[in-house]
């Protein structure tokens, strides 16, 4: 009955401590009106649903009584307007928030991310289909995440989408206005969004979940203002102030050039969260002093990316130090190891900044960065290389950068497909969907005479490793070799100038 499911997210609500048992009728009068339900009878909680399976349910009634349109997007906006009524206040948040953290940073970011997940905003159950793995190698244990969580579009909402203009509020997903909002075919639902004020720089920002999170408490720090991201001597600070106020957190930016600047670029954010990434660990490689900074340490980073790390407790002279790479890097050019600075007068040459703390010291990785191209490669020459485009085509921004390879939905299902193909010998060079992989998928059962239904999905998974570790490789402005090694030198010269 619709009344023992209502019943049920009213008992969920209290128990998460969303709602108290005062607000009982308060709540059933809204889900009802919600609902289009008329009447109350006699109500029981149902028990063993998760709280996704309950929303689809109550999903189910809403289709089936013609209260919404039955697809994938009114679906997913109608049982985020049903949580969203079951959502405190962001007064309410906010003081939450501020009362946890007078505690400690960690109880603050626990109880937010508790809460996040509780409302379904961090969507934790169906984050929990992504398939995720690690692959070893000389640069560390990578994380290799196949990603099912976000939904697929239904092709009905695409359609009808196409006929729908684009709202101009909020301007992006990343504006402060989606606290709340009701979502539309072109925009995600917010019902349920109660980000935090933060100070960063000196302005109001603001902290919360992704929904579809790639590794542990994986939050965004934005300007509440739509501004563009920069990538300027101003930036250091503000990761400065994230994780003095965040201790517990690494936080990170993603460059701010196209290729090889992620999503999003319209709006100045950050992305962090409590994750230690194979980056984070990688060794100093060779140590050097930048003249003018006593107290900071320099040294580049033994990674397949190119990355300079600077650390000190001064965040003042820190800041300055990274500032000075930035600027050289940014007018740096080296003919000899294909690096352009500026070609007709587009800029080339940025950074993805990462920082940290340990202790007292405050760290920052700065991953060099350049996004050119050519005729053969218009994806970008520092891109995955089109023989690896089969497994990982997508940008690499902040995220992959750190060691984290985020792959595509499609692989899911195809890597069982391939595991079959791999068994039974099958030739899949003219398949549809899996002849993209056929090169590939004859160099690794070349390679693994030994494969038996027993290892077949070990083997394929440590070579998809291989093949985002050569994606890494493939990304780094300065190759691993002597050649790319030796042109690494010479800009860390120029640093020390």
């Not at 159950?125 to 290799?144: A, T």
């Not at 010998?425 to 160099?443: F, N, Q, V, Y």
Request: aromatic share 10%.
């Amino acid at each position: 009955m619709i009344t023992d499911l209502i019943q049920t997210l009213i008992e969920y609500g209290i128990e998460k401590g969303l709602i108290y048992r005062e607000d009982e009728i308060y709540i059933r009068n809204r889900l009802m009106q919600a609902l289009k339900v008329d009447a109350w009878g006699s109500a029981e909680k149902l028990d063993g649903l998760t709280i996704d399976e309950l929303l689809g349910k109550l999903a189910d009634y809403a289709c089936e009584h013609g209260v919404i349109e039955d697809s994938g997007a009114y679906r997913d906006i109608f049982g985020t307007e049903l949580m969203g009524i079951l959502t405190p206040a962001p007064h309410e948040v906010n003081a939450k928030f501020a009362e946890e953290y007078r505690k400690s940073p960690e109880c603050a970011t626990d109880w937010y991310y508790r809460f996040s997940a509780d409302t379904n905003y961090y969507r934790a159950g169906v984050i929990s289909r992504d398939i995720r793995w690690k692959y070893d190698c000389e640069y560390g244990s990578l994380d290799i995440t196949i990603n099912r969580s976000k939904p697929e579009k239904d092709p009905r909402d695409i359609a009808a989408a196409r006929n729908m203009k684009k709202a101009a509020y909020p301007a992006c997903q990343l504006c402060l206005e989606n606290t709340g909002f009701h979502g539309t075919l072109t925009h995600p639902a917010r019902q349920n969004l109660r980000p935090v004020p933060m100070k960063v720089g000196g302005g109001d920002w603001s902290f919360q979940y992704s929904p579809y999170g790639y590794y542990n408490e994986h939050c965004i720090v934005f300007n509440n203002e739509h501004i563009p991201m920069k990538i300027d001597a101003s930036v250091f600070g503000k990761l400065f102030d994230i994780i003095e106020t965040l201790p517990h957190y690494f936080v990170g930016s993603n460059a701010d050039l196209p290729i090889v600047g992620g999503s999003i670029l319209s709006h100045e954010h950050f992305q962090g969260g409590r994750y230690t990434f194979a980056m984070e660990k990688a060794p100093a490689e060779t140590q050097f002093d930048l003249p003018g900074f006593p107290d900071i340490k320099a040294c580049t980073v033994k990674w397949p990316m190119s990355v300079i790390r600077l650390n000190g407790t001064d965040k003042a002279q820190l800041s300055a130090a990274c500032d000075k790479i930035l600027r050289l890097w940014r007018g740096y050019s080296d003919e000899s190891a294909g690096i352009f600075a500026e070609t007709d007068g587009t800029p080339h040459n940025t950074i993805t900044p990462i920082a940290r703390r340990h202790g007292d010291v405050f760290e920052c990785d700065l991953v060099l960065r350049n996004n050119i191209t050519s005729e053969d490669r218009p994806l970008g020459i520092f891109h995955p290389n089109p023989s690896l485009h089969h497994i990982k085509k997508e940008n690499i921004g902040l995220i992959e950068v750190m060691g984290l390879a985020v792959l595509p939905a499609r692989l899911a299902p195809e890597l069982e497909l391939l595991e079959k193909a791999m068994l039974d010998g099958t030739d899949i060079s003219a398949d549809e969907k899996l002849g993209c992989h056929s090169e590939w998928l004859k160099d690794v059962i070349a390679r693994h005479p030994e494969a038996n239904a027993d290892n077949a999905d070990a083997i394929l998974k440590k070579e998809i490793g291989a093949v985002f570790e050569q994606v890494l490789l493939d990304a780094g402005v300065y190759k691993r070799d002597d050649k790319g090694q030796a042109a690494f030198m010479r800009f860390v010269e120029a640093a020390r100038k």
